[in-house]
């Protein structure tokens, strides 16, 4: 006599399967996530490069940070770019270079540390990646621009 519906094991492997499907498209989506954060990052990391670029013109030197500090924060002073210097929202520029310091992702623990070096003639940019970037050299972790390039190594 032939049954109708399903085994027990069926019902197993269907299940089983389900949860596979399930936990693969986990890891796909995070992975993605934290690939469109970090070209995000890539792409504010090169906008204060340019904005730095600006203020060298306007002042024929970086902005002074003798000792590292966290760009697009209050208490740092470092919320935006003016032909001064870094300032907070509410100060008023001569000239407005970068209105605000970008990071999108600053209230999730990104952070984005700025310092002159060489009597204020370059400067170090350090920020954090958490996913590969192999075909432009960029990988996970902590990489470093400065005036002229972008490495995969600590600045600090």
């Known amino acids: 006599m032939k049954k109708n519906g399903f085994t027990k094991i069926d019902i ?6 389900i949860i ?8 796909v989506v995070s992975y993605f996530n934290k ?10 990391v090169n906008q204060i490069r340019s904005s730095l670029e600006v203020y060298l013109h306007y ?15 209050a208490y740092e002073a470092t919320e935006k770019l003016c032909q001064e210097g ?3 929202f509410i100060d008023s520029c001569q000239k407005d270079i970068l209105k605000q310091i970008p990071n999108q992702f600053f209230a999730e623990g990104n952070r984005y540390y700025y310092q002159s070096i ?11 990646l958490d996913t590969d970037f192999k ?22």
Not at 35 to 44: A, F, V
Not at 59 to 73: G, K, R, S, T
């Open 59 to 73: 002042n024929n030197e970086y902005p002074e940070a003798n000792e590292p500090v966290v760009l697009n924060d």
């Open 12 to 17: 197993l492997i269907f299940v089983g399967l």
């Open 35 to 44: 690939k469109e954060r970090d070209i995000q990052m890539l792409s504010e």
């Open 118 to 128: 060489d009597s204020q003639t370059n400067y170090k940019l350090e920020f954090n």
């Open 135 to 156: 075909e432009l050299g960029f990988l996970k972790g902590k990489n470093c621009a400065d005036n002229f390039q972008i490495i995969n190594q600590a600045c600090f």
């Open 20 to 27: 596979i499907v399930v936990v693969v498209d986990v890891f």
């Open 86 to 88: 870094f300032k907070r």
